[in-house]
């Protein structure tokens, strides 16, 4: 049964630091891995999809990679800011299967 | 704006009450998902609905009971439920059919108290 882990659970940072959020799957046979974000009471909001065949993936400040053998994916997030402050979570996505395999999720805070 | 919209988005109720929860997609997707949001958990998946037929239950207790009339709607009927029950609905969208994890589209969620 897939397993999904994200480390650390909450994290604080001053403002302007270069971030990496860590996200560790049991089983390494797997379709794709997402990266989402989480504001307070609000719903999820799609940031990075690896394909399984890919080794990461950017957008702006972020970029996230995908290590599929050691079962490993993380985000990195460049030149933090206030705004970024959200919940992160990370999501696996298996063969044959709409079901997408959440992790707990990191809180992250950016203070000025 | 995602795209998908829940409502109520807040909704308090006894164990006795009956309710339903209500969300749109405007994005033309084939696919509708209801999760579960509780505290220090994972997101836990609830339905999956394709072209209207619900293909997946994820072990769900029977006090719950969705409902897709068509392919932009998509209904979770409440009745009877308990207070482990209080959490965070999400509804989700996405473009493709059954069988393959595409990117999904949240809604901001209902936020649900049983008393």
């Known amino acids: 049964k897939q397993e999904v882990t994200q480390i650390p659970a909450a994290l604080s940072v001053p403002e302007g630091e270069n971030l990496v959020l860590n996200c560790s799957f049991t089983?390494?046979?797997?379709?794709?891995l997402q990266w989402f974000r989480q504001d307070p009471g609000k719903g999820l909001t799609s940031l990075l999809l690896?394909?399984?065949?890919?080794r990461e993936q950017t957008s702006g400040r972020l970029n996230a990679s995908l290590d599929k053998s050691s079962g490993r994916s993380t985000l990195y997030i460049a030149a933090s800011q206030p705004g970024d402050s959200a919940t992160y979570l990370c999501?696996?996505?298996?063969?044959?299967?709409?079901?997408?395999?959440f992790g707990t999720g990191t809180r992250l805070q950016v203070f000025p | 704006e995602t795209g998908v919209t829940q409502t109520p988005r807040h909704l308090v109720m006894g164990m006795t009450n009956k309710k339903s929860l209500k969300c749109e997609q405007h994005?033309?997707?084939?696919?509708m998902y209801w999760y579960k949001q509780s505290a220090k958990k994972p997101l836990e998946l609830m339905f999956v609905?394709?072209?209207?037929?619900?293909?997946e239950n994820n072990s769900v207790p029977s006090r719950f009971s969705p409902e897709c009339p068509n392919s932009s709607h998509l209904f979770l009927h409440l009745h009877t439920l308990q207070p482990e029950d209080s959490a965070l609905y999400l509804c989700?969208?996405?473009?493709?059919?059954?069988?393959?994890?595409?990117?999904?589209?949240f809604g901001p969620g209902t936020r649900l108290t049983v008393l």
């Open positions: 989700a969208s996405s473009p493709g059919t059954s069988g393959r994890p595409d990117t999904q589209y």
């Open positions: 089983d390494s046979a797997i379709y794709n």
């Open positions: 690896i394909q399984s065949s890919q």
């Open positions: 999501a696996v996505g298996e063969y044959n299967t709409d079901k997408l395999i």
């Open positions: 994005l033309g997707h084939n696919a």
């Open positions: 609905y394709s072209l209207e037929e619900r293909v």
